[in-house]
Structures are given as structure tokens and as C-alpha cells.
């Protein structure tokens, strides 16, 4: 896959400001959903869109945020190798909290679909970093070293 010089230059953008555009918008939104998920159901806003599409957005973009800092870091090679799978993983346990918390809050409950949801955001999340962020860098990694 051949990257163009924008494409470049977006990469080196992102690693050289990640904590300003990675990191703190990250922490930002994961605090901003938990606290989104802990009000009651009855004080919630409605966005006359679907429950479902609503987890699947939240998880999708949480997904992305996390999937690039895992890949981004520079203090672990194995998660950084492995970053796919560790942001799964990690986000999915989130995810069931997440669920299991709302037992605690009123007018909130555990709901399997909603955690289906929040999966295939996850899993697209994930695919859409590796598909479209990872494997491209890799590859113009992989030819300024031959």
C-alpha cells in the first residue's frame, strides 16, 4: 500500500502531539461516558435515535481513541504489537462493567444487546485503526528499512 505525502505527514502529526490529541481527548471522553452512563434513566436526554446505535457510537469512537494510544505508546512493545487485541479485551471488561454498574443506578439495567452493541463498536473501532491507520504506517515503515 502506497501512502501519499499527506498521509505521512498526518501520521507524523499524530505521533509527535498524541498526548494533546490521543491522550487527553481520551481520558476526556472515557470520563465523560461513565458519567454519561451513571445518570438515571429519567434524566437522560433523548436523541431520537436508537438505544443500540447509541452504545455502538460511544464504544466505536472509544474504540479508536484507545486502540491508536495502545498502538502510539512507546512504554510497552508487546501491547503496542498487540494492540488489537488488548483493546478489545480491555474494552470489553469496560463494557461489562459498564453494564453491571447501571444495576446501581435508577431507572438503568443490564441489557445483552446494549453489550452487543458496545462490542461490534469496539471490534469495528479496532478494525477500522488497523485497517486504515496500522497497517499503512507499517508498511511505510516496513519499506524505509529495506
Known amino acids: 500500500m502506497q501512502l501519499n505525502s499527506l498521509q505521512i505527514r498526518f501520521y507524523k502529526f499524530i505521533y509527535k502531539h498524541k498526548v ?3 491522550y487527553i481527548p481520551l481520558a476526556l471522553y ?6 454519561a452512563t451513571s445518570i438515571p434513566a ?3 436526554p433523548s436523541f431520537g435515535i436508537s438505544d ?6 460511544a464504544y466505536f469512537v472509544l474504540s479508536v481513541l484507545f486502540s491508536l494510544t495502545l498502538f502510539l505508546q ?13 483493546s478489545i ?3 470489553l471488561f469496560y463494557g461489562i462493567f459498564d453494564e453491571v454498574h447501571q444495576f446501581f ?6 441489557d445483552w444487546l446494549d453489550l452487543l452493541s458496545n462490542l461490534i463498536g469496539i471490534v469495528s473501532g479496532v478494525y477500522l485503526v488497523r485497517k486504515y491507520f496500522v497497517l499503512p504506517l507499517l508498511s511505510v515503515i516496513k519499506t524505509l528499512n529495506k
Open 89 to 91: 479485551s480491555i474494552l
Open 74 to 86: 512507546e512504554r510497552n512493545e508487546y501491547l503496542k504489537k498487540y494492540f488489537n487485541v488488548y
Open 20 to 22: 494533546k490529541y490521543l
Open 52 to 57: 443500540k446505535f447509541e452504545h455502538f457510537a
Open 105 to 110: 443506578i435508577p431507572g438503568r439495567f443490564f
Open 42 to 44: 429519567n434524566s437522560m
Open 30 to 35: 472515557w470520563m465523560i461516558l461513565l458519567a
